[in-house]
């Protein structure tokens, strides 16, 4: 079974480009949650969409947005970077109410030069 | 607002002995915690949890305590092994999962 899938693996930007994360959850999972972890920090909620609606969202700036799609694949779009939203971003699915927590991704790996 | 806190970031144990690492909470009303491990190049992974009804919940050589009048949690490993050399991360919920706050983690080194 393919756990959660995120592409690219690694991204080098620009400062005050536009970038496009996109993920793919565990097959029959519904809702997908994106988190950014920067170095020597945990993972920090950004998103959590579920049957392609928001249900969650943290204390990030409008430049991040993101959606669900049909298939319950997601994308997280982030405008006008800036050096500091150089991180991992992680992209986990679940079930509602699971109690095992998410099943994370391994992450696309950002850089903003 | 850090709403998890884990106070060491590093921890190093000889294989075989004891790890305990530790996670601290500010909000009394989070209903779930969580363990996860983390290697390099890969996302977290989940470990353990443990309702807020409990006090200790055990999972092969892994343990996690619940000391709610503290808002404190720790993670037990026995006996330590140098596969469980990994970045542990706690995390805290309310009982809807709607988001997870993690700790900043402590990097665990078992020395074989």
């Known amino acids: 079974d393919a756990g959660v899938t995120q592409s690219p693996t690694h991204l080098i930007k620009t400062r005050g480009q536009h970038v496009t994360l996109r993920c793919s959850p565990i097959s029959g999972h519904k809702s997908v949650s994106w988190y950014q972890q920067v170095l020597g920090q945990g993972p920090q909620f950004i998103f959590q969409y579920y049957e392609k609606e928001e249900r969650g969202r943290g204390n990030f700036p409008d430049r991040f947005s993101a959606r669900q799609f049909p298939n319950y694949s997601s994308e997280l779009n982030v405008n006008a970077l800036l050096l500091g939203d150089s991180a991992l971003y992680l992209c986990?699915?679940?079930?509602?109410?699971?109690?095992?927590?998410?099943?994370f991704g391994s992450g696309t790996r950002l850089t903003v030069v | 607002d850090q709403q998890v806190k884990q106070n060491s970031p590093s921890l190093s144990v000889q294989e075989g002995r004891i790890s305990i690492l530790n996670c601290d909470y500010t909000?009394?009303?989070?209903?779930?915690f969580l363990w996860y491990k983390k290697y390099p190049a890969e996302g977290p992974t989940f470990l353990i949890s443990i309702s807020s009804i409990k006090d200790k919940n055990e999972d092969g050589r892994f343990t996690v305590f619940l000391n709610k009048s503290a808002k404190h949690l720790s993670l037990h490993i026995v006996p330590s092994q140098p596969g469980d050399s990994a970045v542990y991360f706690c995390a805290a919920s309310y009982s809807n999962f709607n988001k997870f706050y993690f700790g900043s983690g402590t990097k665990l080194n078992v020395k074989p």
């Open positions: 986990a699915s679940s079930s509602p109410g699971q109690g095992q927590g998410y099943t």
């Open positions: 909000n009394s009303m989070f209903d779930y």
